[in-house]
């Protein structure tokens, strides 16, 4: 028999979005923040030679300012002041929940519910600012020796660039938690997605360029707009894959009445890292590669050895890229799923697993699927990334098609849609409620 909610959905219409007022409104205010953070990335840092920074980026797109201009939405192309993005504010979140497992005054705060929440998110914003004028003023430095890039180097142009790019941070941090609060989707994730989408169709028409003077095929372009399309069918199908634990509730009485057992489930994802294994891995390949290019060839040469192994499509760099991608998936999986503390909360409340032991044993048994499906996790994580790798490195593939670029665009793209769809649903329970209690009015 189909439930209420399944036909509410089944029914979700342009027609019904029409009269969402309040998604209306709250889509309108997401897409307006977004406008204002692009516009931001078309706005120049002071005391920098746009032309010398160019060719200065070109050589070095290949590495870890590549990976970061695509997050960033072509900001550090541009060298503009939100050059940095939302990167800052990311790193600490992650350190934040890596401090939670070991501190335990940090763990005793994340138990504490809403109150010890906004603690957690304020220490969060301190870590922020910190991490972004520290790497601010790296990028200052950066920049110096990098040729003729800076017009008037000195100490001034060190602390207005560390100003200018922590201030362009702490604004996007703002402007994400007011996209959450009063928009629609995660602000934080928007703000990513929204820098990838807006370079990828300058990447789609260098792609086609190619084509035109014929350093690609017409039948590798092809070849690669179906894998494009058949990869983001990999995630979607992938990201939505769920191992569902039965829960039983026992019989309770409540006064006088008696409430029969209920069952539920805990569903647990294949994917619970989400994007972070691939950019962590990425991030710590492609740092040694853009430090030898920044020294132009300097160093001593076993470094210089190394570096041209980790060359993208290199054996040495595809085996570590996929063995950092399966540690990364294994350990955030364990800093944000903790089995232990699920199986107490399951047995606070009552709930058990058939022929499972409440506790130790339900712990054991969530950690021991847990880690099963993780394996599932990582090899699809290295399937989407190793492949699109394969192909930048071979065919000259622009950098956008990436696997990690897919990934977030198909993930934070399904999940403003599942909020849009709740939103909708909520307001066609609205309506219904509304229609009852005037039919009951009419009646009476």
Not at 19 to 25: G, P, S, V
Not at 100 to 115: D, F, I, Y
Not at 161 to 166: E, M, V, Y
Not at 210 to 216: D, H, I, S, V
Request: with cysteine; aromatic share 10%.
């Amino acid at each position: 028999m189909v439930s209420a909610a399944e036909q509410l959905a089944a029914n979700l219409n342009f027609g019904a979005f029409a009269k969402a007022d309040e998604l209306k409104k709250r889509i309108w205010f997401t897409l307006g923040a977004l406008l204002v953070y692009r516009l931001g990335t078309y706005i120049p840092l002071p005391g920098i030679d746009p032309n010398i920074w160019e060719q200065v980026f070109r050589s070095q797109a290949g590495g870890i300012l590549g990976m970061f201009n695509m997050f960033a939405g072509g900001g550090i192309h541009r060298m503009a002041i939100f050059a940095l993005n939302i990167m800052p504010y990311i790193s600490a979140s992650i350190i934040i929940q890596l401090l939670t497992t070991v501190s335990p005054q940090l763990e005793a705060l994340k138990k504490e519910g809403e109150a010890g929440r906004k603690t957690l998110n304020q220490y969060t914003r301190y870590l922020t600012v910190i991490l972004a004028a520290f790497q601010s003023y790296g990028i200052a430095v950066g920049l110096e020796g990098a040729g003729n890039v800076v017009s008037d180097p000195g100490m001034f142009f060190r602390l207005s660039t560390a100003i200018t790019l922590t201030g362009g941070t702490m604004f996007l941090m703002w402007l994400g938690e007011q996209i959450t609060s009063r928009g629609i989707g995660n602000g934080i994730s928007l703000i990513i997605l929204s820098g990838i989408v807006a370079e990828l169709p300058a990447a789609l028409a260098n792609m086609l360029e190619l084509g035109r003077q014929g350093a690609m095929s017409t039948g590798l372009i092809l070849v690669v707009i179906v894998m494009a399309v058949a990869v983001i069918a990999f995630i979607v199908f992938m990201e939505r894959a769920q191992r569902r634990l039965l829960i039983q509730y026992p019989k309770r009485q409540v006064g006088n009445k008696m409430f029969e057992g209920q069952s539920s489930h805990l569903p647990l994802k294949l994917n619970t890292s989400g994007v972070i294994p691939p950019i962590f891995a990425s991030s710590l390949l492609l740092l040694p590669t853009t430090v030898a290019n920044f020294n132009a060839g300097k160093g001593p040469e076993w470094f210089q050895w190394i570096t041209t192994q980790l060359g993208h499509g290199r054996p040495l760099f595809l085996i570590l890229y996929l063995a950092l991608i399966v540690f990364f998936a294994f350990f955030y999986t364990a800093i944000v799923f903790n089995p232990t503390e699920t199986a107490d909360n399951l047995k606070k409340h009552g709930g058990f697993i058939p022929g499972i032991r409440p506790g130790e044993r339900t712990a054991e048994y969530i950690d021991y699927v847990l880690s099963r499906i993780t394996v599932i996790g990582a090899i699809y994580l290295a399937i989407v990334c190793l492949i699109p790798e394969i192909l930048i490195s071979y065919a000259s593939v622009p950098f956008y098609f990436g696997g990690t670029s897919l990934l977030i665009v198909v993930s934070v793209t399904m999940d403003t849609v599942a909020q849009v769809q709740g939103y909708l649903l909520a307001h066609q329970y609205e309506g219904l409620i509304r229609k009852s209690k005037l039919r009951g009015g009419r009646r009476r």
